[in-house]
Every structure is written in C-alpha cells, then in structure tokens.
Nanobody
Framework: QVQLAEFGGGLVQSGGSLRLSCVAS????????MGWYRQAPGKKRELVAD???????NYLDSVEGRFFISRDNAKNTVDLQMNSLKPEDTAKYFC??????????WGQGTQVTVAS
C-alpha cells in the first residue's frame, strides 16, 4: 500500500507561483510513475503532469512551459512547480502513484485557487 500526502496548495493572484509537494510512503517509490491531476468543480479529473521511473515527463498542453514536475527518489517526493498561474488553473490537485492498474494510489488532494 502507498500513502500519499500533498502539501502546498493555497490562494494566489493571477501570474503568481505555487509549489505543490507530495510525499509517499513505502520503499518502492522509484518504481512508480508519479502524476499530478486536477479537478475543477463540475469537470472531469485531468492529468496535469506525470513523471515516470526514468524521469521522463509529460504535460497537459495548457500548462506546458508554465508547470514543471520533478521527483526525488531519495526523499520519496514529487513536486509540481506552477508558474504564471491563471484563474483557469483553479482546481483541487491530486497526487497519484501508479505502477499497474491494480497498484494505483491517490492522495486526498490540495486546493489551488488563482484569483484574477
């Protein structure tokens, strides 16, 4: 079992920055693809960015060049640096760890609100 805890959400003005962090339990963190997802009210959850065990990254088109995902396998953490935030980035952000369909874990989420 993997437990995930997210930190770093909050209220920020448009154009500002926030850094989200996710801390994972367990000794096999390096084997997991780690991702950040978000869900706004009335919308489906969407992948914002992910990073695999080889540190290959993937981004949602609308955040490319503004958001940066990174991982530290020694600390069992995955971070999401969010720059040039826009009101449409407002959502609850969730950390995900996935190694297989049957080995897929979620954090409780952290709220990000961008004021215009």
């Amino acid at each position: 079992q993997v437990q995930l805890a997210e930190f770093g959400g909050g209220l920020v003005q448009s154009g500002g920055s926030l850094r989200l962090s996710c801390v994972a339990s367990g000794s096999t963190f390096s084997l997991y693809k780690m991702g950040w997802y978000r869900q706004a009210p009335g919308k489906k959850r969407e992948l914002v960015a992910d990073i695999d065990s080889s540190s290959i990254t993937n981004y949602l088109d609308s955040v490319e060049g503004r958001f940066f995902i990174s991982r530290d396998n020694a600390k069992n953490t995955v971070d999401l640096q969010m720059n040039s935030l826009k009101p449409e980035d407002t959502a609850k952000y969730f950390c995900n760890a996935r190694r297989a369909v049957w080995d897929d874990w979620w954090g409780q989420g952290t709220q990000v609100t961008v004021a215009s």
